[in-house]
């Protein structure tokens, strides 16, 4: 028997609990539940006047608007404005009734401007849910997994200017020139001389003059012009895929092994992630971990130094060797400590000749002999038959990393990028908005990314202590 709604109850005047329409099972209802969400007041008392100006939105209010956007991965504030004002979930998290008028979606941005711009307000409340995750030892950072993806910018590709690159120092140039220096006396050589440019690079200056140079005869010889977006400057022109390009921001995170999110940085997209790498070590190193697992972006003697130094041990993966075809690969060439040389695979000797400013040493082959050898084509193309092999000083480290990875149990343990960081990656672009921003400037990208890691480890702690709670875990 067919029968027909009609929509005369529309109208129908009704009593009805707030609370009642909220499912008990619901997301929101869980992550209200696990946190105590009034410690925001202590994080922006000092932002607020207390006896002067009209009364202001309740900053627990306005920050679980933002929650709502960045867990639901809702595109824009003014969408998630539109929701809140017919979704009776949202007006319940937030403590609005059926009746209260919602917030205007600039509401928020005018706060941040006004009142969170250059704090770290965000971080802060990042770090105060991470604290709830330790306090119920769910986090075990003995093993900490490292990667880096890029977040699309708000940038048109085709409004970009060129500018003269702003090289920062790299963390180890200071104690690395000692160490080539030191190296250099040790093998009879002269220190080399100090550049003129070294000393504005170790203080963060620029060494461009402010305008843009009338030829590229004009640049020196190490320096180079990058693209530069006039929408958003402070992202990088980065390569996505075989030929794509685009304007992105890099944000390196770290998680443990139980996929909790430990810390990030914001930096611009056409950074490597090697040059990046300090910066989030610095906020981990206190962590007391065991393991940093990472990718081959990482493998590099600096980062094996630093963390070998620390007592942490670096997991890098197999890198094949970047070696033309048809010619010897380096595993070929042996090195003999006892006489500092190296022996090539017909027996012949390469032996120290200098220690460049990048911190190689330089083993050359004599050419007369390597003239008559027949292993010739195979080793070197050059004129004069010289092979060059390097070494750098810090190599030694790289050794001991090569040692770790064959050691039984770890190739299992790298195995585990794919369910842990890669993983938290995947989730964050596909659920919560994390492909691209629709803000401009690192700042924001940096709230972007404190607030969309916060609420996947409170959607994670709340799920957690539900679980507990109907005595499931």
Not at 8 to 23: E, K
Not at 143 to 165: G, L, P, S, Y
Not at 201 to 225: A, V, W
Not at 330 to 356: F, G, H, I, W
Request: proline fraction near 4%; include cysteine.
């Amino acid at each position: 028997m067919m029968s027909q709604k009609t929509p005369d109850n529309r109208s129908q005047v009704q009593f009805v609990c707030l609370d009642d329409l909220v499912p008990q099972d619901h997301l929101l209802r869980i992550i209200d539940k696990a946190i105590d969400w009034t410690f925001i007041y202590a994080l922006v008392q000092d932002k607020y006047c207390e006896d002067n100006g009209r009364p202001s939105i309740d900053p627990v209010t306005l920050i679980k608007i933002a929650f709502i956007q960045y867990l639901y991965g809702i595109k824009s504030m003014r969408q998630t404005i539109r929701d809140i004002e017919v979704n009776v979930a949202y007006r319940w998290f937030i403590g609005l009734d059926l009746y209260d008028k919602v917030p205007h979606f600039s509401t928020f941005g005018k706060n941040y401007t006004r009142r969170f711009k250059d704090t770290d307000l965000f971080e802060q409340i990042f770090q105060h849910i991470l604290e709830e995750c330790y306090r119920f030892h769910l986090v075990d950072p003995s093993e900490v997994f490292v990667d880096a993806t890029h977040v699309k910018a708000r940038a048109n590709n085709k409004k970009m200017q060129k500018r003269i690159a702003h090289q920062e120092a790299l963390f180890y140039e200071e104690m690395l020139r000692k160490e080539i220096n030191k190296d250099r006396e040790d093998h009879g050589k002269k220190p080399l001389k100090k550049k003129k440019d070294d000393d504005d690079d170790l203080t963060g200056g620029s060494r461009s003059t402010g305008r843009f140079p009338d030829s590229t005869d004009d640049l020196p010889s190490d320096e180079k012009t990058i693209k530069s977006s006039t929408t958003d400057p402070e992202s990088g022109w980065f390569r996505k895929g075989e030929h794509k390009h685009v304007f992105a921001y890099s944000v390196e995170t770290a998680c443990d092994k139980h996929g909790w999110i430990l810390d990030f940085s914001v930096s611009p997209g056409n950074e490597h992630d090697s040059r990046t790498f300090k910066s989030l070590y610095d906020k981990i190193a206190h962590l007391g971990m065991e393991y940093c697992i990472v990718d081959a972006g990482y493998k590099t003697p600096a980062i094996a130094k630093l963390l070998l130094d620390d007592g942490v041990k670096p997991l890098f993966p197999y890198k094949r060797p970047m070696t033309k075809e048809g010619f010897f690969k380096k595993s070929n060439y042996v090195y003999d400590e006892a006489y500092d040389a190296y022996l090539c695979p017909n027996d012949q000797m390469l032996r120290y000749r200098t220690t460049n400013r990048n911190g190689y040493r330089e083993y050359k082959s004599d050419g007369r002999i390597c003239a008559e050898c027949p292993y010739v084509s195979q080793c070197t193309a050059s004129r004069d038959h010289v092979k060059l092999v390097t070494r750098h000083i810090w190599e030694p480290y790289m050794e001991v990393c090569e040692d770790i990875r064959y050691t039984i149990g770890m190739k299992e343990l790298y195995s585990h990028r794919k369910e842990t960081i890669e993983r938290i990656f995947g989730t964050a672009k596909e659920n919560h908005g994390f492909r691209y921003t629709q803000m401009y400037g690192k700042a924001r990208m940096k709230m972007k990314s404190a607030l969309t890691f916060a609420c996947m480890n409170l959607k994670k702690l709340a799920t957690i202590k539900h679980r507990w709670e109907l005595g499931m875990a």
